[in-house]
């Protein structure tokens, strides 16, 4: 089991842990981390576009990264590449993580963490060298482990640099 889970509440692992715990316990965190940017605020806060000239939103953050876990987790590591996206594909603004004027958040929100359980099932029936296949290449577990955190910590950025502009929250 990781140490943290998306609740809002986090947990940095143990240096002091194998790659495999390490890897799950860091995942965890970026995701709880995302999850803690986005807490109480509404949904007009999360939907909000706050740092120019950037669309980004916290929504449109949490519907991208939910994309991306069915991605690695759901379509690339088990080679079930025609595994349908979770929203039908409409670009708004040309920009996949701007969600539609109908998007609700409580959905979304949902729709996420289905697929942060969905991702953990999958690695966990896996070893870290499995892999499946990405443009022609093979992809080990322990590279989408690691793609994943860079993701989220790159995406967490962002949402630091929203949720201050919203509210000047820090350090959430």
Known sequence: MSDAAPTGSRRR???????????????EFHRATLLAKCEVLSPEQLRAQPVTPSPLSLHGLVRHMAETERNWFGRILPGNLSLAPIWESRIVEDNGMVP??????NDDLT?????????????????LQESGSWRGNDVTLRSIYQHMIQEYARHNGH?????????GSTGL
């Open 100 to 105: 539609p004027d109908d998007a609700r958040w």
């Open 159 to 167: 949402a630091d640099l929203i949720r201050e502009s919203l509210d």
């Open 13 to 27: 692992p143990t240096y002091l842990k194998g790659e495999r715990e390490l890897l799950d316990g860091w995942l």
């Open 111 to 127: 729709a996420w963490l289905a697929e942060c359980e969905a991702s953990r099932k999958a690695a966990a029936e896996r070893d």
